[in-house]
């Protein structure tokens, strides 16, 4: 365990993060998928309410910024209509079991089980722009999610004691986030894709 302060640490490693998406997605440099980064707006903020409500403490300051920073970039992308990513049935698909899990959440009255519920809809709602990432990477910034991973990490670290309430949600959001980093990052999609085309044409050849 890491002195519980550095959460602030982790929380401003997540908004520079969301700066720099944001700046890149007005300059016309990504592409963000609005139904991945509406509901990313959306879940934190309620995991937010169920964390305070559980006495989780400083930690559940980093939830609150996974909220806000993701409603800044839907905003950004209204602003450049040329930095939009068209929505097609697969994100509408995602967006609507996402939403479901959140329907779940409103009958069930057990604060751990709501949390999972958030969890599940969190990472639904990652896989437009997983897949995405994987397929046209060019669209994304790298930088926006290894701050995500860092901050992620260090909210981890601080937890005195780990539970489901209080490391779920980072986990999470660690995990998802060093994926999107690596997929962007290296553009395994693209060079998965030419390599196959490559053996493709030999074996034809």
Same mark, same amino acid.
């Given at each position: 365990?890491?002195?519980? $302060?550095? !959460? =602030?640490?982790?929380?401003? !490693? ?6 720099? =998406?944001?700046? &890149?997605?007005?300059?016309? =440099? @990504? ?20 964390? $305070? ?6 930690? *559940? ?11 800044? !970039? ?16 697969? &994100? ?16 069930? &009255?057990?604060? @751990? ?15 437009? @722009?997983? $897949?995405? *990432? =994987? ?5 994304? *910034? ?6 995500? +991973? @860092? ?8 937890? *005195?004691?780990?539970? +489901? ?11 998802? &986030? ?17 390599? $196959? ?9």
């Amino acid at each position: 365990m890491i002195d519980p $302060r550095f !959460i =602030y640490v982790a929380s401003l !490693i997540s908004l520079a993060g969301g700066v720099i =998406y944001i700046r &890149d997605t007005l300059l016309g =440099y @990504t592409a963000p998928n609005r139904v991945t980064w509406s509901l990313w707006g959306f879940l934190p903020l309620l995991a937010f309410a169920v964390e $305070r409500q559980n006495h989780v403490g400083i930690s *559940s300051l980093f939830t609150l910024m996974l909220g806000l920073v993701p409603i800044g !970039i839907v905003i950004a992308s209204f602003r450049n209509p040329n930095a939009v990513w068209q929505i097609g049935r697969f &994100d509408l698909v995602c967006g609507a079991i996402s939403l479901l899990g959140v329907a779940v959440w409103l009958c069930v &009255d057990q604060p @751990t089980i709501a949390l999972v519920t958030f969890v599940f809809a969190d990472v639904v709602a990652a896989l437009p @722009t997983l $897949r995405k *990432s =994987y397929r046209e990477p060019e669209t994304e *910034s790298w930088l926006a999610f290894a701050a995500g +991973t @860092t901050s992620a990490a260090l909210t981890m670290l601080t937890l *005195s004691e780990w539970t +489901t309430i209080s490391a779920l949600f980072p986990l999470a959001i660690f995990l998802t &986030d060093i994926v999107l980093t690596l997929l962007v990052l290296t553009k395994f999609g693209p060079r998965l894709t030419a390599s $196959r085309q490559c053996v493709e044409g030999v074996a034809v050849s």
